[in-house]
């Protein structure tokens, strides 16, 4: 109890805050959607390789404007001040980090649901299969994990907005390339049942490593 | 030191109390002799590669250069938990050090290493898992000198780049394996590493030990110079505050 309540209490704060502002969820919004734009044009995505295609653009647009929520989920934090507050609560430092790592969740998860039947109509797939609502679930709870982690540290940095990506991106590219793979299979470029079974699994050992190590260094690094 | 006058006591006359200068000679010389031999050894007394012919010496440079890339990873993983563990500004300077002649032998690998798949492979670039992962590698850790010197706070960019030399560290395995499991379902046309397969001459395995050996030599010298002149550049930034502050 110790330990949720206050999880809990921060998760509610993010989610008030941003029911009243609603600037991360829809700026998100919009960018993800611009990315499958740019994208339809740069790649001239085609009826014949739309399948093929479809996972790589899907998971580029998530990853993007999931980056885009986190740094802005850090810097609320920062402008106000409120940062140095939580720290300063009588509260461990897991239950901050997770509690942060929920709020990310919950964002990206919704802008996802947004985005995902918007795709399903732009690049014509139809796949709302539990194979890729269980990818996209695992997915974002290791981007959410290591995203956190790298937009506690950005946030303090000159340039944030360029660090988060470029801490975040080389250290996530297991989880993404899980992703896109059971995508892939989920939409249907080809009846690979294999990759499912083969990266499911591994998509959880992912994200149970990175649950293990980043809160641990969290509660090491942020101090003061 | 002659112009010391007038500088604030901490720095009158005596020389920093580190024992690197002194050491650091040694290896010096020892290193350029042993590099001169390392060359003659590469380009005249290896023998030339039947199939590949004389480009294929580059072998002697390219994976010496790789392995000591990294060792220099490992070392900066191992300084960063010492540096959580201890909190002893020697340990920051260590991972510092290494993770900046990391990130140089590791670009050189993948320079040598292109250069060599040119002519062997015939493409200069392949998304096969040693290249790939080896790529992730030098953007971790590029981000990792980045992120030293955008954050503000000296100590506490110590502690953030500590979290990301160890998270950087743990996730290069988890790399390696997810492109060879992503490789072995969308198989590339390209053919794995040739020289390496185990099948290697005894003057040839030799000589790759030796080269191993001098790099290491190599890397053991810069990195103990870059420490130095790490510390040499917090004297000056003390000295400087303090004589700042006595104005």
């Known amino acids: 109890m110790r330990f949720f309540r206050p999880m809990a209490t921060l998760v509610w704060k993010d989610l008030l805050l941003e029911l009243r502002s609603r600037d991360i969820v829809v700026s998100a919004l919009v960018f993800g959607l611009l990315v499958v734009v740019v994208f339809n044009f740069a790649l001239q995505v085609s009826a014949e390789r739309v399948t093929e295609l479809a996972p790589g653009i899907l998971w580029v647009a998530f990853a993007f404007a999931g980056t885009l929520a986190m740094s802005r989920a850090f810097v609320r934090e920062r402008e106000q001040g409120g940062f140095e507050g939580l720290l300063l609560a009588p509260v461990s430092r897991d239950a901050i980090f997770l509690g942060k790592v929920a709020v990310s969740f919950l964002f990206m998860l919704v802008i996802e649901a947004a985005l995902l039947p918007v795709f399903a109509v732009l690049l014509n797939f139809t796949g709302f299969s539990l194979t890729l609502a269980a990818a996209i679930l695992l997915a974002t709870l290791g981007f959410a994990t290591v995203g956190t982690l790298f937009s506690a540290i950005a946030v303090q940095t000159r340039s944030r907005e360029v660090m988060l990506p470029v801490l975040f991106f080389p250290i996530i590219l297991p989880v993404l390339i899980g992703a896109v793979e059971v995508s892939g299979a989920a939409i249907g470029s080809g009846p690979e049942s294999g990759v499912v079974t083969r990266w499911l699994p591994l998509l959880a050992v992912f994200d149970a490593v990175f649950l293990v190590i980043c809160p641990w260094i969290f509660s090491i690094i942020v101090e003061e | ?247």
């Open chain 2, 1 to 247: 030191m002659a112009s010391a006058q007038g500088n604030p006591p901490i720095s009158s006359g005596q020389r920093p109390r580190t024992g690197f200068p002194g050491l650091s000679g040694i290896l010096l010389v020892v290193t350029a002799v042993l590099m001169l031999v390392n060359l003659y050894l590469i380009f005249m007394v290896a023998p030339t590669d039947s199939v590949l012919g004389h480009v294929q010496r580059i072998f002697y440079f390219h994976v010496p250069i790789a392995i000591v890339s990294f060792v220099a990873f490992f070392v900066v993983f191992v300084a960063s938990i010492g540096y959580l563990v201890t909190r002893k500004s020697r340990w920051d300077s260590v991972a510092h050090a290494a993770a900046e002649m990391g990130v140089v032998f590791v670009s050189l690998a993948l320079l040598t290493g292109i250069v060599w798949a040119r002519p062997v492979w015939g493409v200069w670039w392949t998304w096969e898992p040693r290249l790939t992962t080896t790529l992730i590698l030098w953007l971790i850790y590029v981000a990792y000198l980045m992120l030293r010197s955008y954050v503000p706070n000296k100590s506490q960019g110590a502690l953030y780049a500590a979290g990301l030399g160890i998270i950087g560290f743990v996730d290069v395995p988890i790399v390696y394996y997810s492109v060879q499991w992503w490789r072995s379902i969308h198989p590339s046309a390209v053919v794995g590493p040739l020289a390496d397969s185990g099948a290697l001459e005894p003057v040839m395995q030799g000589v790759l030990f030796f080269s191993l050996g001098v790099f290491l030599l190599l890397f053991l010298y810069l990195l103990l110079e870059r420490m130095h002149l790490r510390n040499v550049e917090d004297r000056l930034s003390s000295l400087r505050y303090a004589s700042r502050m006595r104005r």
